[in-house]
């Protein structure tokens, strides 16, 4: 642990309710996505390009308010942004080529990874209600996965997977090391955007097309770079640094219930019953998980702080 004391109930309530809200704001991260219309590649550089940019100009603003958090925090640094390269070109592949609940639900497979990886890497103990949730977690991800391969969309599918385990890697370094990493967060953004403009045909004219609700692909794009995905990748990281990897990345779960829902309200895109089975699966098991470490993790914090002198 990377703190010089645990840290106590109120930090710990505190760390919930702002991971919280950055799970709130991923949800609208593909609903945005999808509302721009643009295509695959050019979304990874749009999209990239504008949260380096905004994390990079909120780095600047903590750096002249006296904060001294390096730009890219070392090895760890380095390897959060590696993670974060293919974490955001396999997600936007995962939305453009799978429906928008497989991608949430096989998304939601990043706590049960980040428990794994918590215990493989920087051994944690993994209570066996741990891989109780975990075993039913992949039970419905399977169901989702099968659906996939059956309706032709399993490289989407695939995506979503890769990219939970990018997510996972990421908040289990943030756990193992404390350090700030929102800037590494935003190097693997601009490094997804590089690849995107080397290898792939951008095509920009797309940008000032018609989106949805006849609004410009730019807007979406650029509400989601410049606001949501900068405010919500900030919050997400901090919660590593007082909460386990694992009950952090729970509150990926809220994207898991909400985005289906904002999805077939913008879109009437609604999910199959074994999605829909698989999805419920996995909900109510990361709802009784999540429940479950809260109070553990109260518990404990207060033991704690009422044996100090």
Same mark, same amino acid.
Not at 217 to 220: E, G, P, R
Not at 274 to 279: D, E, F, Y
């Given at each position: 642990m990377p703190f010089d004391s645990p840290p106590s109930g109120r930090q710990i309530g505190a760390a919930f309710f702002i991971t919280a809200i950055g799970g709130l704001l991923f949800t609208f991260d593909l609903p945005l996505l999808r509302l721009?219309? %643009?295509?695959?590649?050019?979304?990874?550089?749009?999209r990239g390009i504008l949260l380096f940019s905004t994390l990079s100009f909120g780095w600047f603003v903590a750096r002249w308010m006296g904060d001294r958090a390096p730009f890219l925090a070392g090895g760890a640094g380095i390897a959060v942004a590696c993670a974060s390269t293919l974490g955001n070109i396999s997600y936007i592949g995962a939305v453009v080529h799978a429906p928008a609940a497989n991608v949430v639900f096989l998304i939601a497979l990043t706590p049960v990874i980040a428990a794994s990886l918590s215990h493989l890497v920087l051994g944690e103990k993994v209570h066996g209600y741990t891989w109780t949730a975990t075993i039913l977690a992949l039970c419905g991800a399977a169901l989702i996965a099968s659906q996939g391969i059956d309706s032709g969309h399993w490289?989407?599918?695939g995506l979503a997977m890769v990219s939970a385990f990018c997510s996972a890697t990421i908040l289990t370094i943030i756990r193992a090391t404390g350090r700030k990493v929102a800037t590494s967060l935003a190097l693997g953004s601009l490094a997804s955007s590089l690849i995107a403009l080397m290898s792939f045909n951008i095509v920009p004219s797309t940008l000032f097309g018609t989106g949805a609700f006849g609004v410009p692909?730019?807007?979406?794009l650029g509400l989601n770079g410049l606001i949501v995905m900068p405010l919500a990748t900030v919050l997400l990281a901090r919660g590593p640094r007082l909460l386990p990897s694992a009950d952090v990345s729970m509150f990926f779960m809220l994207e898991t219930i909400l985005t289906p829902i904002w999805t077939w309200m913008l879109f009437a895109e609604a999910p199959s019953?074994?999605?829909? %089975?698989?999805?419920?699966l996995l909900i109510l098991t990361l709802l009784a998980h999540s429940w479950w470490r809260l109070a553990v993790s109260m518990r404990t914090a207060q033991a704690i702080s009422s044996d100090r002198p």
């Open positions: 721009s219309m %643009a295509d695959q590649w050019t979304m990874v550089f749009v490289v989407g599918d692909s730019l807007v979406w019953p074994r999605v829909l %089975a698989g999805g419920l």
